[in-house]
């Protein structure tokens, strides 16, 4: 005989899936799912643990659970691809907003990251991506100006790799990828749409052209509901 808690789990996701439980709304009340299904608070529990565990739920403190959009949008741990060519393959047409281009000199930890020396100039390029009113991707790049002379706010609004590949001629090989989860910084919460959530995913990318020259450092920062990050292994 199936656990209880399972059969109420599955017939969630079923209402999740077919739409009676929309995108961002709020599943009923511990005890009204009680009552509803005729059990104890426990095994309700034990429902909304396994929904959340699996990316249906985002239990928000203070309010509940909030249905996730399950239509996440795949991100390719390995591949290295602009932000510009996986909107092409989104249904909602993405925005990007450019919050700021500056040529600058690097602190430490910039510098460290990209192996410069303490006369070397970077490109900053801080840019928010926002899907379907909702801002939820901050993506901070650091560009070696050795190597970028210029940049525009139209270029950045646009595709960086794109005006790097045809206009500058440059190969972009390869990169070093690290992914970590961290509490949201000030500037996350000021620039994405954090409101309920206690992390984001960060994507922490050294990027190399085809003669292995480190050019670019980049964190893009996620917010974790909207997206999973998938990669193919074989063994």
Known sequence: MTNKYLTIYESIVEQIKNGELAPQTLLPSENELKDQYDTSRETIRKALNLLSQNGYIQKVRGKGSIVIDISKFDFPVSGLVSFKELASKMGSKPVTLV?????????????????????????????????????????????????????????????????????????????????????????????????????????????YLDDATLFQYTESRHRPDKFRFVDFARR
């Open 99 to 207: 919050n700021d281009l500056a040529l600058i000199k690097p602190d430490g930890y910039i510098r460290q990251q990209l192996q410069l020396g303490g006369k070397d100039l970077v490109w900053k390029v801080v840019r928010t991506r926002e899907m379907g009113g909702e801002k939820i991707i901050l993506d901070k790049d650091y560009l070696c100006s050795s190597l970028v002379p210029s940049l525009s706010e139209e270029i950045c609004a646009d595709s960086i790799y794109e005006y790097l590949e045809n206009e500058l001629k440059l190969t972009i090989s390869f990169a070093k990828k690290e992914i970590v989860v961290e509490e949201p910084t000030p500037e996350d919460r000021s620039l994405l749409d954090l409101e309920g959530f206690h992390n984001v995913v960060v994507i922490k990318n050294h990027v």
